[in-house]
């Protein structure tokens, strides 16, 4: 079955594309990281994570500015100003950040999404339930991993 085709009234695009952490998501997590190492008390500048994880320092600025509104980090003016984190790195899910910055966790579609279609389309029900535990599993794991667990 192509791209072009229909399944049950929808595209099957959704079937060739994995889930996938947007690079933005992926930056977040790694600047998340950096400050992480630092925490408790310490601020870092935006230019010391860009430099430290190689991250484009305007991009990183609009992420952290994400991540500000988002609860995660807090921001220190001044000439010794910079990034910290607000909460312990033990109280940061890696699922709750990659939420925030890419969405629903499920591969394809949101979970709720997944299970009306394991409720409601018969012919391809066992498919979506592979679906449904594929975006479970991640879930689990992103959702029981804290950024303490990564440094």
């Given at each position: 079955?192509?791209?072009?085709h229909?399944?049950?009234g929808?595209?099957v695009?959704?079937y060739?594309?994995g889930?996938?952490?947007s690079?933005?998501?992926?930056?977040?997590?790694?600047?998340l990281v950096?400050?992480?190492?630092?925490?408790?008390?310490?601020v870092v500048?935006?230019r010391?994570?860009?430099q430290?994880e190689q991250?484009?320092?305007?991009f990183?600025?609009a992420?952290l500015?994400?991540l500000?509104?988002?609860r995660?980090?807090?921001?220190?003016r001044g000439?010794?100003g910079?990034?910290?984190?607000k909460?312990?790195?033990?109280?940061i899910l890696?699922?709750?950040?990659i939420r925030?910055?890419?969405?629903?966790?499920?591969?394809f579609?949101?979970a709720e999404?997944l299970?009306?279609?394991?409720?409601?389309?018969a012919?391809?029900r066992?498919?979506?339930?592979?679906?449904l535990?594929?975006?479970?599993?991640?879930?689990?794991?992103?959702d029981?991993t804290?950024?303490a667990?990564l440094?």
């Amino acid at each position: 079955m192509g791209l072009g085709h229909t399944l049950s009234g929808h595209s099957v695009a959704w079937y060739t594309a994995g889930m996938r952490i947007s690079q933005k998501g992926l930056y977040a997590l790694q600047a998340l990281v950096v400050l992480a190492r630092h925490y408790p008390g310490d601020v870092v500048k935006i230019r010391d994570i860009a430099q430290e994880e190689q991250l484009p320092e305007k991009f990183l600025e609009a992420i952290l500015r994400d991540l500000k509104r988002a609860r995660f980090v807090t921001s220190v003016r001044g000439a010794n100003g910079g990034y910290q984190l607000k909460r312990s790195p033990k109280e940061i899910l890696l699922g709750d950040v990659i939420r925030r910055i890419d969405g629903p966790l499920a591969p394809f579609e949101d979970a709720e999404s997944l299970r009306d279609r394991v409720k409601t389309d018969a012919k391809h029900r066992s498919l979506f339930r592979v679906l449904l535990e594929v975006r479970d599993a991640t879930a689990r794991i992103l959702d029981h991993t804290c950024l303490a667990d990564l440094c």
